[in-house]
T-cell receptor, first 113, second 115 residues
């Protein structure tokens, strides 16, 4: 899987929007962009994924740059429960099958009340 | 409710002892995975299985063994050959959906400590 780069940590205030960036300059045409988050002492949970177009779901929005070399996870109104480590992961959608996810260190999001 | 269960939540291992971590899913997923997480680090893949009675090594399989005798179960054994087993172990499952990157669903994890 291609490599992603994320800031080590970010801080935001409660009830404000949060924009979490991810750079993936070596992304291939068949790579999907996935985001997972991990709350303290829990397993990761899926947040959102996309290929080319921006995506929205009940948890977040994913904005993908036109050249696909970067993307941004948007939490529209952060709450204290959004404090977690957020992982940006590329997955090759061409080969099929299941060979595990490659996790980096992610971004530690801190929410101030 | 459908999901993944892992047991126990905490496990203590003595030197030279093998221990087995349980992972069960009722999501009817074909693929199952085991990851290891060390403090402050991301997850690393130990083993994965796409079908019953078949499994493949991940990036850090040495000192670990698995079995997949049933679709819903994928136990992980940490053997005495694993010299640094203290970590947070996470099990996951997913559908195999061919052309599309599949979503993985994770269990709550087992924290293994060496006495």
């Amino acid at each position: 899987d291609a490599k992603t780069t994320q800031p080590n940590s970010m801080e935001s205030n409660e009830e404000e929007p949060v924009h979490l960036p991810c750079n993936h300059s070596t992304i291939s045409g068949t790579d999907y962009i996935h985001w997972y988050r991990q709350l303290p002492s829990q397993g990761p949970e899926y947040v959102i994924h996309g290929l080319t177009s921006n995506v929205n779901n009940r948890m977040a929005s994913l904005a993908i740059a036109e050249d696909r070399k970067s993307s941004t996870l948007i939490l529209h109104r952060a709450t204290l429960r959004d404090a977690a480590v957020y992982y940006c992961i590329l997955r090759d959608g061409s080969g099929g099958g299941a060979d595990g996810l490659t996790f980096g260190k992610g971004t530690h999001l801190i929410i101030q009340p | 409710d459908g999901g993944i269960t892992q047991s126990p939540k905490y496990l203590f291992r003595k030197e030279g002892q093998n221990v087995t971590l349980s992972c069960e899913q009722n999501l009817n997923h074909d693929a199952m995975y085991w990851y290891r997480q060390d403090p402050g680090q991301g997850l690393r893949l130990i083993y994965y299985s796409q079908i019953v009675n078949d499994f493949q090594k991940g990036d850090i399989a040495e000192g670990y063994s698995v079995s997949r005798e049933k679709k819903e179960s994928f136990p992980l054994t940490v053997t005495s050959a694993q010299k640094n087993p203290t970590a947070f172990y996470l099990c996951a499952s997913s559908r195999i959906v061919g052309r599309f990157g599949e979503t993985q669903y994770f269990g709550p994890g087992t924290r293994l400590l060496v006495l």
